[in-house]
């Protein structure tokens, strides 16, 4: 298998590009802002907003697979990355027969519907960057024998270095950063290294359309906060907590995804938050 991954120096990227490695593929990965890492894959310096730079890449690599994790969360980059690469990447994927698998997120909801959503429920953004991923999706399902894959909180099993959330409760608890974790937001995280076997799998399985990766819980921020303080051994009840209404702007409220037509599907197994960080229960 020959797979390239885009957003290859990313939190997601990084697993991606250790695992399949370790399976023995041909990886190539992106870069862009971030130097390479020190591994054996083939390193590209590729800024995806420039669709020609992204068709000389795919043309010289003949990828088998493709798995698009880089995106741009808000600022300028939002539109060209974000939204429009996607669909460059999935046009091109298509004419050189490679399968494209798009990583998305669950801010494609509005949080309404009161349990996970299915990949059939309607999408409704509150957020530019939800609605530039459905954009994505859009543009990706456009083309035959695309994948959207949309996932959730992502964090790690391996203690050091932290994940982005496990920072955060990290640097509130020591009084550190300023902030609290909501009470009332919830959300189904996942482990880096499932979601990372997850694609893996993906990548070679002929599922088209749109998928649900994430874990099997519902949890709000302040108790996922909760449990990965704990993993470190750490009281958490000094957390900081507070409520997503009295912060100004619109939030979905519920998130969480249904994840069980993916474990049909998969081998891989989507651990919750307590068994994948080895706590009791």
Known sequence: MR???????????????????ELGWEVAAGHFRQPPLPCPAAWVRLDLRDPGAAREALEALRPDAVINTAYAQSGPDLAPLTAEAPGHLARLARRLGARLVQLSTDVVFDGEAGRPYREDDEPNPLSAYGR????????VLEHPGGL???????????????????????????????GVLFR??????????????ALLELVQHPYEGVLHVAGPEVLSRLEFGRLLVRARGLDPAPLPSGSAA??????ARNTALDSRLA???????LRGVREALALPA
Do not use: H
């Open 3 to 21: 797979l390239f991954v885009t957003g290859g120096t990313g939190y997601v990227g990084r697993e991606l590009v250790r695992q399949a490695l």
């Open 184 to 197: 009332d937001e919830f959300r189904s995280p996942v482990a880096v290294e499932d979601l990372a076997a």
């Open 148 to 178: 959207v894959v949309r996932t959730s909180l992502v964090y790690g099993c391996r203690l050091e270095p932290p994940d982005k959330y496990s920072a955060f409760a990290l640097r509130l608890l020591r009084g550190e950063a300023e």
């Open 132 to 139: 530039a991923k459905l954009e994505a999706e859009r543009r």
């Open 263 to 269: 474990q049909r599907l998969l081998r891989t197994r």
């Open 246 to 251: 009295a912060f100004p702007g619109p939030r």
